[in-house]
């Protein structure tokens, strides 16, 4: 049997049989896999960090993970680096399973040249890339490094670009999830954002592009790293991350979670599950909970509750853009995609950067074949000086495109108010809704009966002896003929007006209709969509 260097890890004699070999096999994949020191594991866990193989663990089932160029090293030399040349060169690549499905994941690994990319390091990341679009399963990345390695150049920089090419390749093919724990600076910072869904930890993980260093020398500005790039900054203010948990192990558990919410590919459909909620099962609470009145708030969360399976759903980008909710969910065991307005927040309006939320998540349904549902109670675009210069019509363009784009079944359903441009937008019948409901409490219009009568009616109204009697007749007399509950049925715009007691069972006998549904969009290179 061999020894081997505790800095080097090479052997230091050499075996004489089979039996030497194999045992020597097994010392430098225990030497491997046990990492550079335990003062480093030590010092890893001192930041409420895991390690890159403790993390692997916590996603992929129990002892289904296969480890691919583990003994993969450098072959740099300069600046110590000849001297240093540990196994797996700082990432650990592989694959293995999630409830029973093929996952391809690859993990940083902190401790060894604090996770920084090299030329062999994004090599490895290259190949299980690869593999994960040649299998057809989902990739997730388990970041936490340092960025490019210095001592090896711009070949680590061209490591990057490798990954970016990957990232664009894979996009719409397979899933790709970028789970953020540790430090993500400067180039590196585009792969998450290439990817379909970013996680971030509080307090240990956090993105930007130039670090508070940088930005202070340039703009003199002061500020830490978690309040220049950290969870809640980026999962509030920038929108680049869609989910920010406080530990690691919750973060880890929620990839599960949304992995099983996701086909294994663009050419398969969502997994289903039975579903022990009954398809049939009234929600008498709907009736009270959203008020008939188009003036109060109320809480559409609660409304999704009421309807989707055992009132589970997981919401995308839940606090950024909160006047609008997207969200994974299944009905009667099939997984639906839900976008629906919040009247609590803003009263529900479309903004820049919900109308930016919504039409990235319904690109990402269309493109892994989830349905889509879309709940209607939306009083316009925000009006403003700041939302029409900042490209209010570029940005709500995103999601006209999105849903025009869309091949998957789509159903939409008006609860209350559908307003002007932003009801088209909203998956209207006239841009290729498949199926269009309301309930009776819906008002379609063009704008609210207040301001349409104060146009259509102004002169009547100055005229009048009492003008403000005379627009409250007006207001009265336009709601009764252009927007009671029945207008746009009567026009077939709405294809039923339905009682709100029974949406869930509607909604799962419409979903179960369309789940052949095949369409097929013109010949083209790709589209151009507005950015």
Not at 382 to 398: C, F, N, S, T, Y
Not at 457 to 465: D, G
Not at 477 to 506: N, Q
Request: proline share 5%; net charge negative.
């Amino acid at each position: 049997m061999t020894v081997l260097e505790e800095t080097t890890g090479e052997p230091t004699g050499e075996p004489t049989d089979a039996r030497g070999r194999v045992a020597e096999l097994h010392e430098i994949r225990a030497a491997a896999v046990a990492g550079p020191s335990e003062k480093a594991t030590e010092a890893q866990h001192a930041k409420g960090k895991l390690t890159a193989r403790e993390r692997i663990e916590l996603l992929l089932d129990p002892d289904s993970f296969q480890e691919v160029e583990q003994l993969r090293r450098h072959r740099a030399v300069g600046f110590g680096l000849e001297a240093k040349k540990p196994y797996t060169d700082g990432v650990v690549t592989g694959w293995g399973t999630v409830e029973g499905r093929t996952v391809f994941v690859y993990a940083h690994d902190f401790r060894i040249f604090g996770g920084a990319l090299g030329e062999a390091h994004a090599t490895k990341i290259h190949k299980i890339m690869d593999m994960a679009i040649a299998a057809g399963a989902p990739l997730v990345s388990l970041n936490d490094g340092a960025g490019a390695r210095i001592q090896e150049g711009v070949s680590a920089l061209a490591g990057y670009g490798g990954i970016f090419q990957r990232n664009t390749k894979a996009s719409g093919v397979i899933p790709q999830i970028s789970v953020m724990l540790g430090p993500c600076a400067g180039g590196a910072a585009y792969s998450p954002a290439l990817t379909d869904f970013v996680f971030m930890v509080r307090e240990t993980s956090q993105m930007f592009i130039t670090g508070p260093d940088v930005v202070k020398a340039v703009t003199g500005e002061e500020i830490t790293q978690n309040g220049l790039g950290g969870a809640d900054v980026h999962a509030e203010t920038s929108g680049v991350c869609h989910f920010a948990y406080d530990d690691e192990e919750t973060c880890i558990a929620e990839v599960r979670y949304l992995l099983s919410l996701l086909p294994q590919n663009n050419r398969e459909n969502p997994p289903s599950v039975e579903s022990t909620d009954p398809l049939d099962r009234r929600s008498d609470v709907l009736l009270d909970l959203v008020p008939a009145d188009g003036n109060r708030p109320y809480d559409m969360a609660k409304v999704i509750e009421e309807i989707v399976d055992d009132g589970e759903y997981l919401e995308v980008h839940e606090r950024w853009a909160r006047n609008i909710i997207c969200a994974l969910a299944r009905i009667d065991g099939q997984v639906v995609g839900i976008v629906a307005n919040q009247p609590q927040v803003l009263a529900g309006v479309l903004d820049i950067e919900a109308s930016e939320k919504a039409a990235r998540f319904v690109q990402m349904c269309d493109a892994f074949n989830v349905p889509i549902v879309t709940f209607l109670d939306v009083p316009g675009f925000l009006p403003g000086v700041d939302q029409e210069h900042g490209g209010i019509i570029r940005h709500g363009a995103k999601l006209l495109y999105a849903y025009c784009n869309a091949t998957v079944p789509r159903i939409s359903l008006i609860l209350r108010k559908a307003y002007g441009g932003a009801y088209i937008v909203m998956d209207s019948q006239s841009i290729g809704a498949d199926l269009t409901y309301a309930w009776p409490t819906n008002e379609i219009a063009v704008m609210g009966a207040e301001g349409a009568a104060n146009v259509i009616f102004r002169r009547q109204i100055a005229s009048a002896e009492d003008p403000e009697a005379m627009r409250q007749k007006m207001v009265k007399e336009y709601k009764a003929e252009l927007m009671h509950p029945y207008y746009a049925a009567e026009r077939g715009l709405v294809d039923d007006v339905i009682d709100p007691a029974s949406t869930r069972e509607v909604l799962a006998r419409s979903l179960a209709m369309l789940h052949t549904k095949h369409a097929d969009l013109p010949s083209r290179k790709h589209g151009n969509p507005p950015q």
